[in-house]
């Protein structure tokens, strides 16, 4: 899937004026970061959108899209995990 047709997804999707962006990478450490994101605001235009996305698609580390079909069968792959985690992030707990 494309950047543009990632782009037109979360347009189809959002009924609010923004959105938030979610996507995946690898720290220098080759850890996996979840919960990165990007607003992008439909005022300011398609293209300065998924040029914005395509930017950061350019990040050293960068692996997909939430909203991408790798992002999703990663999401499901890993629901139970990344629960957990998110689970102990807002509880602060170890």
Same mark, same amino acid.
């Given at each position: 899937m494309t950047t543009r047709e990632i782009y037109y997804k979360v347009?189809?999707?959002? +009924?609010l004026p923004v959105a938030v962006v979610g996507f995946v990478s690898k720290d220098r450490?080759?850890?996996?970061?979840l919960g990165e994101c990007i607003f992008i605001?439909?005022?300011?235009?398609? +293209?300065?959108n998924i040029k914005k996305m395509e930017k950061i698609e350019k990040r050293k580390g960068f692996m997909f899209w939430v909203h991408s079909p790798e992002g999703e069968d990663f999401i499901k792959t890993n629901s139970k995990e990344i629960g957990g985690l998110f689970a102990r992030l807002i509880l602060n707990q170890k």
């Open positions: 347009y189809m999707l959002t +009924e450490n080759d850890v996996i970061q605001s439909f005022k300011d235009g398609h +293209e300065v």
